[in-house]
C-alpha cells in the first residue's frame, strides 16, 4: 500500500531530472544548515558570554543520545527496506528509521536557536518541517518517522529550555 502512494508522489520527480535534483540539493543544502547553525550558536553564545552556553550544548547532546538509542532499540525498517521502494535519496542504511535523527536534529537546533532568538529559531523550525517533507519524499523515511522526530525535539527543547 505505501508503495504505491510513494509511486504516485515520486513519479512525477523522477520524470523530471531538474526536480529529483531539486529534492538531493534541498536535502544537502538543509542538512548543511544545520551543520553550520549549531556551532554559530554556540560561537555567538561563547562570544557574548552567554550563560545559556551549558544549556546549548547538554540539551541537545542528551537528546541526540537518547533518540539515537531509541533508534537502536527499535530498529525500524525504512521504506525501501519494507515496502521495496526505490528512494529518490540513496541510503544503504538499515533500520534505525524511527523517529528520524535528521528530522530531530534540524527541530532540535530550531529550538536551542528559540531559546536565544526566537526569530531565528521559528526560521529554523519551518526549515525542519521543509527536512522532513524531504526524508519522506525522498523515501529514506515514512511520514511518521519524521513527525516523531520534530515532536520529540520540540518536547526535550520544552522541557530543556523552558521547564528545567
Given at each position: 500500500?505505501?508503495?504505491?502512494?510513494?509511486?504516485?508522489?515520486?513519479?512525477?520527480?523522477?520524470?523530471?531530472?531538474?526536480?529529483?535534483?531539486?529534492?538531493?540539493?534541498?536535502?544537502?543544502?538543509?542538512?548543511?544548515?544545520?551543520?553550520?547553525?549549531?556551532?554559530?550558536?554556540?560561537?555567538?553564545?561563547?562570544?557574548?558570554?552567554?550563560?545559556?552556553?551549558?544549556?546549548?550544548?547538554?540539551?541537545?547532546?542528551?537528546?541526540?543520545?537518547?533518540?539515537?538509542?531509541?533508534?537502536?532499540?527499535?530498529?525500524?525498517?525504512?521504506?525501501?527496506?519494507?515496502?521495496?521502494?526505490?528512494?529518490?535519496?540513496?541510503?544503504?542504511?538499515?533500520?534505525?528509521s524511527f523517529p528520524s535523527r535528521h528530522a530531530?536534529?534540524?527541530?532540535?537546533?530550531?529550538?536551542?536557536?528559540?531559546?536565544?532568538?526566537?526569530?531565528?529559531?521559528?526560521?529554523?523550525?519551518?526549515?525542519?518541517?521543509?527536512?522532513?517533507?524531504?526524508?519522506?519524499?525522498?523515501?529514506?523515511?515514512?511520514?511518521?518517522?519524521?513527525?516523531?522526530?520534530?515532536?520529540?525535539?520540540?518536547?526535550?527543547?520544552?522541557?530543556?529550555?523552558w521547564i528545567a
Amino acid at each position: 500500500m505505501y508503495a504505491e502512494r510513494y509511486r504516485r508522489m515520486s513519479e512525477p520527480l523522477r520524470r523530471d531530472p531538474r526536480a529529483k535534483s531539486l529534492v538531493l540539493h534541498v536535502n544537502s543544502l538543509l542538512t548543511a544548515v544545520g551543520y553550520i547553525a549549531y556551532p554559530l550558536l554556540l560561537v555567538l553564545l561563547a562570544a557574548t558570554g552567554n550563560p545559556l552556553l551549558v544549556r546549548a550544548v547538554a540539551v541537545p547532546a542528551a537528546a541526540f543520545v537518547a533518540v539515537s538509542l531509541l533508534r537502536r532499540v527499535l530498529d525500524a525498517p525504512r521504506p525501501y527496506e519494507k515496502d521495496g521502494i526505490d528512494p529518490i535519496i540513496n541510503k544503504d542504511t538499515k533500520g534505525r528509521s524511527f523517529p528520524s535523527r535528521h528530522a530531530f536534529s534540524m527541530a532540535m537546533i530550531a529550538m536551542t536557536w528559540m531559546a536565544w532568538m526566537p526569530a531565528v529559531g521559528s526560521a529554523l523550525l519551518i526549515a525542519s518541517a521543509f527536512m522532513a517533507t524531504v526524508r519522506v519524499i525522498g523515501g529514506v523515511h515514512y511520514p511518521k518517522d519524521v513527525i516523531a522526530g520534530i515532536a520529540v525535539a520540540v518536547i526535550c527543547g520544552i522541557a530543556g529550555f523552558w521547564i528545567a
